[in-house]
């Protein structure tokens, strides 16, 4: 029912940036958690930053300083800007979107969008 759909994903020299975009369409409950996660070939998939509707952010270690989480909420949609890229950004990024009604959780994912960081 919710669909989430990335985009701003391609190839960019070391020390350049990008700018992630995910939109998301459906029946989407108001408290909800945002997030970012990224996945490099032969590695775990990992969390890059979370967002969630109280405003509140989280990062990873590896990107503190470098990316930036954040939200439009008149358009349903979370952005990931990427500075300072490294090589070991390089992964597709998929943004989640998990929230909780009652018993129930809804953990949704985008397609993806790959992030390719060359030197």
């Known amino acids: 029912q919710v669909q989430l759909v990335e985009s701003g994903g391609g190839l960019v020299q070391a020390g350049g940036s990008l700018r992630l975009s995910c939109a998301a369409s459906?029946?989407?409950?108001?408290?909800?958690?945002m997030g970012w996660y990224r996945q490099a070939p032969g590695k775990q998939r990992e969390l890059v930053a979370l967002l969630t509707s109280g405003g509140t952010t989280n990062y990873a270690d590896s990107v503190k300083g470098r990316f930036t989480i954040s939200g439009d909420n008149a358009k349903n949609t979370v952005y990931l800007q990427m500075n300072s890229l490294k090589e070991e950004d390089t992964a597709i990024y998929y943004c989640?979107?998990?929230?909780?009604?009652?018993?129930?959780?809804?953990?949704?994912w985008g397609q993806g969008t790959q992030v390719t960081v060359s030197s």
């Open positions: 459906g029946t989407i409950f108001r408290a909800n958690t």
């Open positions: 989640n979107l998990r929230f909780r009604i009652i018993s129930r959780e809804y953990d949704y």
